[in-house]
């Protein structure tokens, strides 16, 4: 049975707790636990959180800082950053979220092989201290780049996915966007991600303001074009989370489920 779920990138309101209470209320499906800037939910919040969600139905993921870079020529930093990405994941099992989203790396002027093998390095590195501490349904959600100078082309992601099976794509398709200077093909892309065989899709979806460089800042649904991309999910019937990252995150969701309504799905 087709399931499509939508919902915003971080709280609407002051806290979680409170920002999945208000996704329910006005008719949505989903919600990213946004850390920003680290990890500071404690242990028995993630439980609380998840207690929630669990009896309201919301579809929680987890979105680990950004202050990461596991192809960092500073060995110091790439733990740093794994130990973020750890603790993301600790709480995403206690709240029963199944992905962790993450930007894995730059270039930093590397060779793209070698930022490449640190990469799955580190990957490895975490799904194996996963296993050690008994977290067993989380996934690395490894996210589609925007900018030229990040590690994260489609068949970057899909590489690095091929090789450990608990690391799947974040589909972000304002990345793609920017990072192809406005052109996305929805069919091309969904082709690519087929050999994957995923069950679930897990996206991001915005605005999106670019230069030669790529990505600069994501804003309100605007471009890329949110009607086109209902149309291919449901002619595909792709069962799918889409994150709205827009400036006013949830009322970008509701556009989504209005358009997704109007073309004939029913939540």
Same mark, same amino acid.
């Not at 049975?1 to 309101?13: E, R, T, V």
């Not at 489609?154 to 690095?160: A, M, R, S, Y």
């Not at 991600?193 to 230069?211: A, D, P, V």
């Not at 989370?241 to 939540?267: A, M, V």
């Given at each position: ?13 002051k806290?979680?707790? !409170?920002?999945? %209470?208000?996704?329910? &209320?006005?008719?949505?499906? $989903? +919600? /990213? ?32 800082p950004y202050f ?60 194996? !201290?996963?296993? %050690?501490?008994?977290? &067993?349904?989380?996934?690395? $959600? +490894? /996210? ?9 082309t ?7 996915c ?21 052109k996305i093909?929805?069919?091309?892309v969904?082709?690519l ?19 030669e460089?790529?990505?600069r ?11 086109e ?11 799918i ?27």
């Open positions: 049975m087709l399931k499509i779920k939508l919902g915003p990138a971080g709280s609407p309101k806290s979680t707790i !409170e920002g999945i %209470e208000f996704v329910k &209320k006005v008719g949505l499906q $989903a +919600l /990213e636990v946004e850390y920003v800037r680290g990890v500071h939910m404690s242990l028995e919040l993630a439980k609380q959180v998840g207690e929630l969600a669990k009896k309201l139905n919301i579809k929680l993921s987890v979105h680990a990461i870079n596991l192809s960092s020529k500073e060995k110091k930093k790439i733990e740093e950053s794994k130990k973020r990405i750890f603790m993301s994941c600790e709480r995403a099992g206690l709240m029963g979220a199944k992905v962790v989203v993450f930007h894995p790396g730059y270039y930093m002027e590397q060779d793209k092989k070698q930022v490449f093998s640190m990469i799955k390095d580190a990957c490895d590195d975490l799904v194996k !201290e996963m296993h %050690e501490k008994n977290i &067993k349904n989380v996934n690395l $959600a +490894l /996210e589609t780049s925007g900018k030229v100078n990040s590690f994260g489609i068949q970057e992601i899909i590489n690095i091929k090789h450990n099976k608990r690391c799947i794509p974040c589909i972000d398709f304002a990345h793609i966007y920017a990072y192809n200077k406005g093909d929805y069919s091309d969904f082709d991600f087929k050999i994957l065989k995923l069950e679930h899709y897990h996206c991001h979806f915005s605005g999106i303001q670019f230069s460089k790529g990505e800042n994501h804003i309100n649904m605007s471009k890329p074009d949110f009607n991309l209902a149309r291919e999910i449901l002619k595909r019937k792709l069962n989370t889409i994150i709205s990252e827009s400036p006013i995150t949830y009322l970008d969701s509701l556009k989504q489920k209005k358009i997704l309504n109007s073309l004939g799905y029913k939540f």
